[in-house]
């Protein structure tokens, strides 16, 4: 029988799914009204891939944070507090500082690199960067395409399953109906709004973020003091507060410190975040970014307090985890729908509920846009040359396509943590595009040289992840990425000449 709070929520539902879609709704029809006016060609799938570069500091701040939290860091950080303790505290509060400082280094020189070389998207943005022949750069830019589609389907599975465990104990479904309802909300909104919509309901979910991180921080220690808390969780299990390793991101004590270097990566390489460093306006204010990302990130750094906190009202919980039974680990992944449903009053929990599920159905959204482009815009203009006749079409209605992939790879892919799910699929990325995307900044090499950095990249992640199988979540794309990077360093460094730039056409007639 329905309650009436599940009535409640339903309700809430609806209205936040009707506002969601009227955003996508109201952004399509000014990003068309503003294409007709301009009337060039191209500028409505411009429109859809990167919002006709509407996004401004403070959205462009909030989409960034949002897209960089999200499932893993309410649903999947929690978790793995309660699996492993303080370790995953201390590397949640390494990923602000690293999103804003990747941001505030990289986001300009992208943004003007990709107006100046026409790139709609980051596997095109690779491909016309880079120095070549035409069947070079349709062989990169196709490669690039694939990789980005292949890895984001991983990382859109851990997205979706955190989706499904918020709302199924907030609504009282279960997980699959939980999912294919949700889905059906976001695959509508991407659809219609494209990536300045995903961007602007971003920033709403993120004020909401900050907002549900300080009333779930607040809850804690009117329970119990962050220093007793910490105090009672070391008499329970003292690895967990003075851990001798950096598990699960490394066996060395300070590994857990890589993940500063892995999330600036993951925000300067990643399709999906770096795709809005191409979205900004144009002459934006950077360090203005910056500013407002910075108390953002630090207030959602909090939240894996939950999953220790949750140890200490029960460290039996689950059964599985207890018994040290890796199989099970998953499980601690309901840390966060626990504490709402237990230790928050009924409404403020389905407020908090509803922030977090929607923030992460804001990146499902981010990531659905991205894989869809890389079906429909990267690998037709890659294989045909030149952009479709029906590229608007083309773009929406692989998100169609795309949605329902992602609904199937989660009913039927192995189960594990939310937060190891993120990491394999976001790593291989990171581990192929490191070198093509930073080194850049200061060798330019050539579409040779792009596409060994990026085949070293992805195959030492495959055996250092796959074979090897002996790092931690960040160690093996990293190491891969550090192979790649200096792939391209060489190759491209003697590509040019033994000089960091190739010469323009004066500097070659004085040579």
Same mark, same amino acid.
């Given at each position: 029988?329905?309650?009436?709070?599940?009535?409640?929520?339903?309700?809430?539902?609806?209205?936040?799914?009707?506002?969601?879609? +009227?955003? $996508?709704?109201?952004?399509?029809?000014?990003?068309?009204?503003? !294409?007709?006016?301009?009337?060039?060609?191209?500028?409505?799938?411009?429109?859809?891939?990167? $919002?006709?570069?509407?996004?401004?500091?403070?959205?462009?701040?909030?989409?960034?944070?949002?897209?960089?939290?999200?499932?893993?860091?309410?649903?999947?950080?929690?978790?793995?507090?309660?699996?492993?303790?303080?370790?995953?505290?201390?590397?949640?509060? *390494?990923?602000?500082?690293?999103?804003?400082?990747?941001?505030?280094?990289?986001?300009?020189?992208?943004?003007?690199?990709?107006?100046?070389?026409?790139?709609?998207?980051?596997?095109?943005?690779?491909?016309?960067?880079?120095?070549?022949?035409?069947?070079?750069?349709?062989?990169?830019? =196709?490669?690039? +395409?694939? @990789?980005?589609?292949?890895?984001?389907?991983?990382? /859109?599975?851990?997205?979706?399953?955190?989706?499904?465990?918020?709302?199924?104990?907030?609504?009282?479904?279960?997980?699959?109906?939980?999912?294919?309802?949700?889905?059906?909300?976001?695959?509508?909104?991407?659809?219609? $709004?494209?990536?300045?919509?995903? &961007?602007?309901?971003?920033?709403?979910?993120?004020?909401?973020?900050?907002?549900?991180?300080?009333?779930?921080?607040?809850?804690?220690?009117?329970?119990?003091?962050?220093?007793? *808390?910490? @105090?009672?969780?070391?008499?329970?299990?003292?690895? %967990?507060?003075?851990?001798?390793?950096?598990?699960?991101?490394? #066996?060395?004590?300070?590994?857990?410190?890589?993940?500063?270097?892995?999330?600036?990566?993951?925000?300067?390489?990643?399709?999906?975040?770096?795709?809005?460093?191409?979205? /900004?306006?144009? #002459?934006?204010?950077?360090?203005?970014?910056?500013?407002?990302?910075?108390?953002?990130?630090?207030?959602?750094?909090?939240?894996?307090?939950?999953?220790?906190?949750? =140890?200490?009202?029960?460290?039996?919980?689950?059964?599985?985890?207890?018994?040290?039974?890796?199989?099970? @680990?998953?499980?601690? #992944?309901?840390?966060?729908?626990?504490?709402?449903?237990?230790?928050?009053?009924? &409404?403020?929990?389905?407020?908090?509920?509803?922030?977090?599920? %929607? &923030?992460? *159905?804001?990146?499902?959204?981010?990531?659905?846009?991205?894989?869809?482009?890389?079906?429909?815009?990267?690998?037709?203009?890659? !294989?045909?040359?030149?952009?479709?006749?029906?590229?608007?079409?083309?773009?929406?209605?692989?998100?169609?396509?795309?949605?329902?992939?992602?609904?199937?790879?989660? =009913?039927?892919?192995?189960?594990?943590?939310?937060?190891?799910? !993120?990491?394999?699929?976001?790593?291989?990325?990171?581990?192929?595009?490191?070198?093509?995307?930073?080194?850049?900044? =200061?060798?330019?090499?050539?579409?040779?040289?792009?596409?060994?950095?990026?085949?070293?990249?992805?195959?030492?992640?495959?055996?250092?992840?796959?074979?090897?199988?002996?790092?931690?979540?960040?160690? @093996?794309?990293?190491?891969?990425?550090?192979?790649?990077?200096?792939?391209?360093?060489?190759?491209?460094?003697?590509?040019?000449?033994?000089?960091?730039?190739?010469?323009?056409?004066?500097?070659?007639?004085?040579?």
């Amino acid at each position: 029988m329905t309650t009436g709070i599940e009535l409640y929520r339903w309700g809430v539902f609806a209205v936040a799914s009707a506002i969601l879609i +009227a955003v $996508g709704w109201w952004t399509n029809v000014r990003l068309k009204k503003k !294409a007709a006016m301009t009337h060039l060609s191209g500028d409505d799938e411009k429109a859809f891939l990167l $919002g006709s570069n509407e996004m401004g500091p403070f959205v462009a701040a909030g989409t960034l944070m949002a897209t960089g939290y999200s499932g893993w860091g309410f649903i999947g950080s929690p978790g793995t507090a309660y699996a492993y303790g303080t370790i995953e505290i201390l590397a949640n509060f *390494l990923f602000a500082p690293a999103i804003t400082f990747g941001a505030l280094f990289f986001a300009g020189f992208m943004r003007k690199q990709g107006e100046r070389f026409g790139a709609l998207t980051v596997p095109e943005y690779l491909a016309n960067t880079h120095r070549g022949s035409q069947g070079m750069r349709r062989l990169v830019h =196709f490669l690039a +395409a694939i @990789a980005t589609f292949v890895f984001l389907s991983v990382y /859109m599975i851990g997205q979706i399953r955190a989706v499904a465990s918020v709302a199924s104990e907030w609504l009282g479904t279960s997980p699959h109906m939980s999912a294919i309802i949700f889905m059906a909300v976001v695959m509508i909104f991407t659809m219609q $709004g494209g990536l300045l919509a995903v &961007a602007i309901t971003d920033t709403i979910m993120c004020c909401g973020m900050v907002i549900a991180s300080c009333i779930v921080y607040y809850v804690i220690t009117q329970d119990i003091s962050l220093t007793e *808390l910490i @105090a009672k969780v070391g008499e329970i299990k003292p690895e %967990f507060i003075n851990p001798t390793t950096s598990n699960p991101y490394g #066996d060395p004590k300070y590994s857990v410190f890589l993940v500063f270097v892995y999330a600036t990566l993951f925000t300067t390489v990643l399709p999906y975040m770096s795709v809005r460093f191409l979205a /900004m306006k144009k #002459d934006m204010n950077i360090p203005l970014v910056a500013l407002y990302m910075a108390p953002m990130g630090f207030a959602m750094s909090f939240v894996p307090l939950v999953g220790l906190y949750m =140890f200490y009202k029960d460290p039996t919980w689950p059964q599985a985890l207890a018994a040290d039974a890796p199989a099970g @680990a998953h499980i601690a #992944d309901h840390a966060m729908p626990v504490f709402l449903n237990t230790y928050l009053s009924p &409404a403020v929990a389905s407020i908090i509920s509803l922030f977090i599920i %929607f &923030a992460m *159905l804001s990146t499902i959204s981010s990531v659905l846009q991205v894989q869809a482009a890389a079906l429909s815009h990267d690998l037709y203009v890659s !294989a045909a040359g030149k952009e479709s006749r029906y590229a608007d079409l083309l773009d929406r209605g692989t998100v169609v396509v795309t949605t329902v992939l992602g609904i199937v790879l989660t =009913f039927f892919a192995p189960q594990g943590m939310l937060n190891r799910i !993120a990491y394999i699929g976001t790593g291989g990325l990171i581990s192929m595009l490191v070198g093509p995307t930073i080194i850049r900044t =200061f060798i330019e090499g050539n579409l040779l040289t792009c596409l060994l950095s990026m085949i070293t990249g992805f195959f030492g992640n495959v055996y250092l992840v796959l074979i090897y199988g002996k790092f931690g979540w960040v160690e @093996a794309p990293i190491i891969a990425g550090i192979a790649g990077s200096l792939v391209y360093m060489i190759v491209g460094y003697v590509t040019n000449g033994m000089r960091a730039r190739p010469l323009d056409s004066e500097e070659a007639a004085a040579a």
